[in-house]
């Protein structure tokens, strides 16, 4: 089983910036990343592809990058123009094994 650890979480004022790190246990290959805010359900932020290709959510369009450095095994969430709505714990999935990390938390207040 594939250990993901997710960093780079805080408490950030609204319009910062924050830059997530997914770090795997082994090499990648297709990765998202999901979050959950209190009282709602996880839901998927970005996922990028073994091709390469990337897909995002509506809601983080144009502010939000998912890139990756196969040679760290790492996958990154750059977040750009953060809003109080992004608060939650952000968790990296691994599609090839079904594997979570643990989650870490990003707060967007002021």
């Known amino acids: 089983q594939v250990q993901l650890v997710e960093s780079g979480g805080d408490l950030v004022q609204p319009g910062g910036s924050l830059r997530l790190s997914c770090v795997a246990s082994?090499?990648?290959?297709?990765m998202g990343w999901y979050r959950q805010a209190p009282g709602k359900q996880r839901e998927p932020v970005a996922l990028?592809?073994?091709?390469?290709?990337?897909k995002d959510a509506d809601s983080v369009k144009g502010r939000f990058t998912i890139s990756r450095d196969n040679a760290k095994n790492t996958v990154y969430l750059q977040m750009n123009s953060l809003k109080p709505e992004d608060t939650a714990v952000y968790y990296c999935?691994?599609?090839?094994?079904?594997?979570w990390g643990q989650g870490t938390q990003v707060t967007v207040s002021s």
């Open positions: 082994r090499s990648i290959a297709s």
């Open positions: 999935f691994d599609y090839a094994s079904g594997a």
């Open positions: 990028i592809f073994s091709d390469g290709s990337i």
